[in-house]
């Protein structure tokens, strides 16, 4: 047996384990839920002047493709909050989206950091042209790291749809799909999704008819796992 052969059949045991373990972990989440309680994601105002009321179908849908194809109970619809809420606490999820700046508040950066590292987490969706003020912001919230490219045999691609990595969804300028995250204490705490634009292949097919079936399977199956790796992580 050569060294290859032996290379190539250790990573696709591996593949195999992190699949099953993610797969036991969703079940464990199933099994865990308590009547009555049910799972929705807040859509993050913010200032500074970007678009941050983006996708406004993106989540609803979102929410009805966990219901349809998980046992995940969900909200039927999106909440839209501040950082500085008080009701921050109760969505372990939290959606940015936009074109714009994004421009937070000294109180909304610590809101936002006491939130990510006391178990919350943060899905970002580059809709063309936020990536500058993103990453300027995030270079605020944890000015000690910088957002990591997350390789296609991490968790988040595979935990409960197969995938070879982040979906390209629209063009933008031809650069390939690129999943970016931050880490604390080795949790991925920040996922941010840069050219792909997940989120406009969430909304409702009349919004961006230039989006074929097959690219609008793509975004659902990635939106599938990303809340799947929340909850289960």
């Given at each position: 047996?050569?060294?290859n052969y032996?290379i190539?059949t250790?990573?696709?045991?591996?593949?195999?384990?992190?699949i099953?373990?993610c797969f036991l972990?969703?079940?464990?989440?199933?099994n865990?839920?308590?009547?009555?309680?049910?799972?929705?994601?807040?859509?993050?105002?913010?200032?500074g002047?970007?678009?941050?009321?983006?996708d406004?179908?993106a989540?609803?849908?979102?929410?009805?493709?966990?219901?349809?194809?998980t046992?995940?109970?969900?909200?039927?619809?999106?909440?839209?909050?501040?950082?500085?809420?008080?009701t921050?606490y109760?969505?372990?999820?939290?959606y940015?989206?936009?074109?714009?700046?994004?421009?937070?508040?000294?109180?909304?950066?610590?809101?936002?950091?006491?939130?990510?590292?006391?178990?919350?987490?943060?899905?970002?969706?580059?809709?063309?042209?936020?990536?500058?003020?993103?990453?300027?912001?995030?270079g605020?919230?944890f000015?000690?790291?910088?957002?990591?490219?997350?390789p296609?045999?991490?968790p988040?691609y595979?935990?409960?749809?197969?995938?070879?990595?982040?979906?390209?969804?629209?063009?933008?300028?031809?650069?390939?799909?690129?999943?970016f995250?931050?880490?604390?204490d080795?949790?991925?705490?920040?996922?941010?999704?840069?050219?792909?634009?997940?989120?406009?292949?969430?909304?409702?097919?009349?919004t961006?008819?230039?989006d074929?079936?097959?690219?609008?399977?793509?975004?659902a199956?990635?939106?599938?796992?990303?809340?799947?790796?929340?909850?289960t992580?």
């Amino acid at each position: 047996m050569s060294e290859n052969y032996k290379i190539y059949t250790k990573l696709h045991q591996s593949k195999f384990y992190l699949i099953l373990l993610c797969f036991l972990l969703f079940l464990t989440l199933i099994n865990s839920q308590e009547a009555g309680e049910r799972f929705t994601i807040a859509q993050v105002q913010y200032g500074g002047g970007g678009d941050w009321y983006g996708d406004p179908s993106a989540i609803n849908n979102w929410l009805r493709l966990l219901r349809e194809r998980t046992e995940i109970e969900t909200a039927d619809d999106r909440v839209i909050l501040k950082l500085t809420d008080h009701t921050l606490y109760q969505y372990p999820m939290l959606y940015i989206v936009g074109h714009g700046n994004i421009r937070l508040t000294e109180n909304e950066v610590s809101a936002l950091k006491q939130y990510l590292t006391n178990g919350g987490f943060l899905f970002v969706n580059d809709d063309y042209g936020l990536d500058k003020s993103f990453r300027r912001e995030m270079g605020r919230v944890f000015p000690e790291q910088k957002l990591q490219p997350i390789p296609n045999a991490h968790p988040i691609y595979h935990c409960f749809y197969d995938l070879p990595g982040l979906p390209k969804i629209h063009e933008h300028d031809a650069e390939p799909a690129q999943g970016f995250g931050l880490f604390h204490d080795g949790r991925m705490v920040v996922f941010y999704a840069y050219s792909a634009d997940i989120g406009d292949g969430l909304e409702d097919p009349r919004t961006h008819p230039e989006d074929t079936p097959e690219v609008r399977e793509l975004a659902a199956k990635m939106a599938v796992n990303l809340a799947v790796y929340v909850l289960t992580h």
